[in-house]
């Protein structure tokens, strides 16, 4: 079945950078556009960005656009986050989405942004 594991979330200071990993199986990877979407707390989910399937087309949040850098490595089967210039606000939950007309989502990995 669908799965989809998040990995490398974790306590950065403000300024900071991370790197999220998602790691995707179960299905065919290379033919859906990706997303991430996070949930900080008490608060409702917010889509951060989108990648199409072959990872030449991104768009993301105005929130984090500037600071934050969707890849693939369709090879792997594995989505990414580049996260930089990392602020309080962008403590949450990070969920990696696959795309389609049956979404599915990973288990989510802990963000935290704290001096």
């Known amino acids: 079945q669908v799965q989809l594991v998040e990995s490398g979330g974790g306590l950065v200071q403000p300024g900071g950078s991370l790197r999220l990993s998602c790691a995707a199986s179960?299905?065919?990877?290379?033919?859906?556009?990706m997303n991430w979407v996070r949930q900080a707390p008490g608060k409702g989910l917010e889509w951060v960005s989108v990648i199409d399937s072959g990872g030449g087309m991104t768009n993301y949040a105005d929130s984090v656009k500037g600071r934050f850098t969707s890849s693939r490595d369709n090879a792997k089967n594995t989505l990414y986050l580049q996260m930089n210039s990392l602020k309080p606000e962008d403590t949450a939950v990070y969920y990696c989405?696959?795309?389609?007309?049956?979404?599915?989502w990973g288990q989510g990995t802990q963000v935290t942004v704290s001096s």
């Open positions: 989405v696959k795309g389609g007309d049956v979404p599915a």
């Open positions: 179960g299905f065919t990877f290379s033919t859906y556009w």
